[in-house]
């Protein structure tokens, strides 16, 4: 079964919306999570790494404004697309892994992202 | 950023043929991983790979960590239907909190 859930599936809304999507770990902790954009017949493209408890960590030419993260549990981050426009429609997926050297990461369903 | 070199780009086989992928890289990684990802859903993990020259099967899927740690491979044995969708190969330095480095995908396309 699905270790990493990710919720709203699909989203679709108006331009100037801020919209929320949430990663949640189902049965372990996970002090790191990391979210991904990924446009259409391309590989996954890393925006940022969630941090529990601080700041996340966002690569370059990811506006930090723009795309909020909040990693306030163990279990739980959210990725925050403020005032939504057309261009940042994408499909946004997360992942967790746990803390071993073999805990592999594990993905969440992905987030459809359409502003319209 | 780094990325490493998949290929095929994509296939188109009959069912029942064999398949193999590969990757390599410049950079030495420690853990290797094959994910398979379907339309509209995230990439779902087949087999994990943590050490060099290890070779490691899950049913009709078999991959193996290259001796030299820069480069693996994947192989589907037996292809059906099902087996579409786009497979990638991941490269990571250490454990679960490190950051992943992904190939570009191999589209696979089985006929029945």
């Known amino acids: 079964g699905a270790v990493v859930s990710q919720h709203p599936s699909r989203v679709i809304c108006k331009s100037g919306t801020s919209v929320k999507i949430e990663c949640r770990s189902l049965?372990?902790?996970?002090?790191?999570m990391f979210w991904y954009r990924q446009f259409p017949k391309q590989s996954l493209m890393l925006m940022a790494t969630?941090?529990?408890?601080?700041?996340?960590?966002?690569e370059q030419g990811v506006e930090k404004d723009k795309f909020l993260i909040n990693h306030a549990s163990l279990t739980l981050s959210t990725l925050t697309v403020t005032s939504a426009h057309p261009e940042d429609s994408s499909f946004y997926i997360c992942?967790?892994?746990?803390?071993?050297?073999?805990?592999?990461?594990?993905f969440g369903d992905g987030t459809r992202l359409s502003i319209l | 950023g780094q990325q490493l070199n998949q290929s095929p780009q994509s296939m188109f086989i009959q069912e029942g043929e064999d398949v193999s992928m590969n990757c390599t890289s410049s950079?030495?990684?420690?853990?290797w991983l094959w994910y398979k990802q379907e339309p509209g859903e995230g990439p779902v993990l087949l087999i994990a790979?943590?050490?060099?020259?290890e070779l490691t099967s899950n049913g009709r899927l078999t991959a193996q960590f290259g001796i030299t740690r820069k480069d693996s491979f994947l192989n589907i044995s037996a292809s059906i239907p099902s087996d579409v969708g786009i497979y990638f190969c991941?490269?990571?330095?250490?454990?679960?909190?490190?950051?992943?480095?992904f190939g570009k995908g191999t589209m696979l396309l089985v006929s029945p």
């Open positions: 950079s030495i990684f420690n853990t």
């Open positions: 969630s941090n529990e408890g601080s700041k996340a960590t966002y």
């Open positions: 049965d372990f902790q996970a002090t790191t």
């Open positions: 992942s967790a892994g746990g803390r071993g050297s073999n805990q592999p990461q594990h």
């Open positions: 790979l943590y050490k060099a020259g």
């Open positions: 991941a490269g990571q330095e250490s454990g679960g909190y490190s950051t992943l480095t």
